[in-house]
């Protein structure tokens, strides 16, 4: 009886040392940064746009308890070191638990402004926590987008627009950026988004239709695309699950307590439809809690290939 008696407390204190060690490990892996590459296909891509690096960043979640502005900062510092075409930032730049949500924006456009500063092109999409999430504060949303605005970040809301890069001469041949509205906010359109791709009419992308990229916040917007509109889509939202169980990155923390269709990150296989590829970045910032495990800040470098 002792000696089982000395297992048990042996095994009870490696249990409770096993979740001090996690605790304090997550509140330590949110200041390292993954910057992953990936190779992306676009057809049609413009031979100027060949080789040439996109940079995807989201959901910084300004604002909320032990927000992660330091590590949010040093990922403008790698981009900028690293000189992408251009910089995709896919939503809830904001998390709005301050009473002021003047603050968290005002954060927000500080640390950003580097980017603009430098010369790099940047564009944006809202997401859910830039309306407040809920219930959705569509003045709020608009004032985000004002704010981003007004230091030279172009945000897109269900259109479409030529991605003008000072280190690409692409002349008469464009390449498209999609943005779409927030799909918690109800502002998520697909269908007028496409409209504003030159030859866009309607249906399925044909041979001959210009390239294009997609960003949208949430991964659910992704599933309204028609076969083959949406070569590369980018999306954030899911924080890649945020506390994850080693070796099972669809065993998570998101995955338990979210009612979300998509949870994990990277290419999200078997979802949407035909010729259309989403990638789900990480993030940097924090849904509810301020900790991550097995799930480090990610900025995405796509390397743009026509096949």
């Not at 580097?114 to 940047?122: A, D, R």
């Not at 994990?264 to 990638?279: P, T, V």
Request: glycine share 8%; hydrophobic share 40%; net charge neutral.
């Amino acid at each position: 009886m002792v000696k089982i008696s000395k297992i048990l407390k042996s095994s009870i204190l490696g249990f409770f040392g096993i979740i001090v060690f996690l605790a304090i490990w997550g509140l330590v892996e949110p200041y390292f940064i993954d910057v992953e590459q990936k190779i992306a296909v676009i057809p049609n891509l413009p031979p100027a746009w060949e080789g040439k690096r996109i940079a995807q960043l989201t959901d910084f979640q300004v604002g909320m308890w032990f927000d992660n502005t330091n590590t949010i900062r040093r990922s403008i510092d790698t981009l900028i070191e690293k000189r992408p075409a251009a910089v995709l930032i896919s939503g809830d730049f904001i998390y709005h638990s301050l009473p002021n949500a003047s603050e968290e924006i005002g954060k927000v456009t500080e640390i950003i402004q580097p980017l603009i500063q430098e010369n790099i092109p940047t564009y944006a999409v809202l997401g859910n926590h830039d309306y407040s999430h809920k219930p959705p504060k569509k003045e709020l949303g608009e004032q985000v987008k004002t704010a981003l605005e007004k230091i030279g970040v172009s945000v897109l809301q269900n259109e479409a627009v030529e991605i003008n890069s000072p280190t690409v001469k692409s002349g008469n041949e464009p390449l498209y950026l999609v943005g779409i509205g927030s799909h918690i906010a109800k502002n998520d359109d697909v269908t007028k988004a496409l409209k504003g791709v030159s030859n866009y009419s309607g249906g399925v992308r044909s041979a001959n239709s210009p390239p294009r990229i997609v960003m949208m916040h949430n991964p659910k917007s992704f599933a309204a695309f028609p076969p083959n509109t949406a070569p590369l889509a980018v999306a954030g939202h899911t924080h890649g699950g945020q506390i994850r169980i080693p070796f099972t990155p669809q065993w998570s923390w998101i995955s338990l307590v979210k009612n979300e269709e998509i949870y994990g990150d990277g290419w999200i296989k078997n979802y949407g439809n035909e010729g259309n590829n989403l990638y789900v970045n990480r993030g940097i910032g924090f849904s509810d809690i301020p900790i991550r495990i097995n799930c480090r800040p990610e900025i995405t470098l796509f390397t743009l290939r026509s096949k």
